[in-house]
């Protein structure tokens, strides 16, 4: 069975940084294409990024609100992949799910909370 | 404010048919793009229910269905049962002049009453 397991989740500082990890098992990683939603506490869904697959090109797309301060990245050899964090603002608070691709986002995991206050 | 529109709310009695809609534009789905659909269980994280506008991924009941018209898309649940009260989103496809992006409706609660 196809399992994503998010981590790195916590309390931060607005100016801040945080690292989350997702791990992936249960399918061929270095194929998928992978993406990061985010969801607002009692709020909608919002598509963070994603990152395609090394054959790919490994290239990366991002939310225009979150462009030139979160990076993702991946880990083929570990089933790995990360969202680099920086210059979190207070609207960045958000449950972080990591999803696999492409086209619709068809697994999702449990989801690592993220907040940002001062 | 979400790129896609959906009620925020609907309800129905068991074994009543809900229908929820979702309203885009020529940016999203009125450019072709596919529409698919998230159930979200309270506390639980979202789970694909219907992707590329009417396939059910293995598992999903058949009192699921979707539809796509135009600018909108359409999730309809037939013979509403108490397990189905949750969170309903839809998702599709939009380019915007900073690139390609996943846009999501703001999600529809379903009571079942």
């Known amino acids: 069975d196809v399992q994503l397991v998010e981590s790195g989740g916590g309390l931060k500082k607005p100016g801040g940084s945080l690292r989350l990890s997702c791990a992936a098992s249960g399918f061929t990683f270095r194929s998928a294409w992978m993406s990061w939603v985010r969801q607002t ?3 909608g869904l919002e598509w963070v990024g994603r990152i395609k697959s090394k054959a790919d ?11 030139g301060r979160f990076t993702i990245s991946r880990d083929d050899s570990k089933n790995t992949m990360s969202l680099q964090m920086n210059s979190l ?10 999803t696999t691709e492409p086209g619709f986002l068809g697994n999702w995991g449990q989801g690592t909370l993220v907040t940002v206050s001062a | 404010q979400s790129v896609l529109t959906q009620p925020p709310s609907v309800s129905g009695a068991p074994g009543q048919r809900v229908t929820i809609s979702c309203t885009g534009s020529s940016s999203n789905i009125g450019a ?3 529409v698919h659909w998230y159930q979200q269980l309270p506390g639980r994280a979202p789970k694909l229910l ?4 009417n396939n059910r991924p293995s598992g999903v009941p058949g009192r699921f269905s979707g539809s796509k018209s135009g600018t909108s898309a359409s999730l309809t649940i037939t013979g509403l049962q108490a397990e189905d009260e949750a969170d309903y989103y839809c ?3 939009g380019t915007i002049f900073s690139g390609p992006k996943w846009v999501f409706g703001g999600g529809t609660r379903v009571t079942v009453l």
Do not use: L
């Open chain 1, 57 to 67: 090109g490994e290239t990366t797309d991002y939310a225009a609100a979150v462009k």
């Open chain 2, 91 to 93: 998702q599709s496809y």
């Open chain 2, 32 to 34: 072709g793009y596919d």
């Open chain 2, 50 to 53: 219907i992707y590329a506008n």
């Open chain 1, 89 to 98: 603002k207070t609207e960045d608070t958000a449950v972080y799910y990591c």
């Open chain 1, 41 to 43: 506490p009692g709020k």
